[in-house]
């Protein structure tokens, strides 16, 4: 989003150089040309859908103890919650059900395909995950998405760090 607006205020100036160059009678079509465009390039900005995703991950990629949960957002709004899993990162889509309490602690619970419900407690910039019966007991940390040493590609909705993805979790899947 930045890229766009730093566009817009590329092509105000542009076009607002571009004016004073002209006579006054095609000055004042021009001037009419640039707030008018200005105010299209604002819009469009303005109107795209802000995604937004916090990544959680548990042991190391590319082994089979990775697991790895993708909470979506778009404005804000939570959207869609995927698991990964193992060696071959193999992936399923989740359901959110809601909030909710476990062991004294407030939570926001989602379900797999075969009705399996996890519970994830925020802890500081962490999200524990649990079930209801105690087999499952894990400690997700922020994963970063994005170049490494260069290498790769930049992840746009990704959370920029530990504590902007903890925002993301409070403010969408825990209210």
Known sequence: MTDDISLAVFLF?????????????????MKKLVVQLFLILCLSVSLQ??????SYSYGKRGTDQYEHFAFWTKDGKRTDVYYSY????????LDYIGRGQINGDSCFKVRFANKYVLYFIPTGFQLKAIDGVGKYNKTFVWQYEGPVNGIGTYCDP????DRDAMK???ASYMK
């Open 49 to 54: 859908a802000q995604l937004k995703v916090a």
């Open 13 to 29: 100036g542009f076009l607002h150089n571009l004016y004073d160059t002209f006579d006054l009678k095609s000055g004042i079509i």
């Open 86 to 93: 193992g060696k071959q990162n193999k992936e399923t889509k």
């Open 158 to 161: 990704c959370a920029a760090d």
């Open 168 to 170: 993301i979790i409070r």
